[in-house]
């Protein structure tokens, strides 16, 4: 995609949710998941997807939430929706945050210009907003797809390929 594809498709999420951010299980792609509904009135159904930032070598996560708010936020009760509901607090157990301002491409981004001049691949830097995170990605491209409930980004895995030899001692 170019900038203004990738523009284009972090607008169409404005305003929606953001359920999950991390790296892939392989770490080299950056992926977000978010959670869209229209106006009960068009009869759109709600749609999950996925944001996969191809080559993402920097991610980078701040909170937006203040520190007063912090401080009012740290009970572990907060994370679960039904024991947290009477506190005062960022209550984290709702589990998404709402995309706003929502996300952009960082227009003449001196990061993805670099990682270009180094790799010789196209960058492009995206910075999205929510109302308790700030992420900053720089990526070679992005790939939108929609996921059925219960796609599951991490599972623990069983096979030996994927657990960490054992050091030496």
Same mark, same amino acid.
């Given at each position: ?38 106006? &009960?009135?068009? /009869? ?13 070598? %920097? #991610?980078? !996560?701040? =909170? ?42 960082? &227009?003449?981004? /001196? ?13 492009? %830097? #995206?910075? !999205?907003? =929510? ?39």
């Amino acid at each position: 995609m170019d900038a203004e594809d990738i523009g284009a498709a972090l607008e169409d999420v404005f305003d929606q949710a953001l359920v999950f951010h991390a790296f892939t299980d392989y770490m080299r792609d950056y992926e977000v998941i978010t959670y869209s509904v229209a106006d &009960p009135i068009t /009869e759109i159904p709600p749609v999950y997807e996925r944001f996969l930032f191809k080559l993402c070598v %920097e #991610a980078e !996560i701040a =909170t937006t939430v203040s520190p007063e708010v912090w401080r009012r936020s740290v009970d572990d009760r907060l994370v679960d929706f039904e024991a947290g509901k009477d506190l005062d607090g960022y209550h984290w157990g709702v589990k998404w945050h709402c995309l706003y301002p929502g996300g952009k491409v960082v &227009p003449n981004s /001196e990061r993805a210009r670099r990682w270009f001049e180094a790799i010789g691949v196209p960058f492009h %830097e #995206a910075r !999205i907003e =929510t109302n308790a995170h700030v992420i900053n990605l720089v990526f070679a491209d992005l790939e939108v797809t929609t996921v059925e409930p219960g796609h599951a980004p991490y599972v623990v895995a069983r096979d030996d390929r994927s657990v960490p030899p054992t050091p030496l001692t």
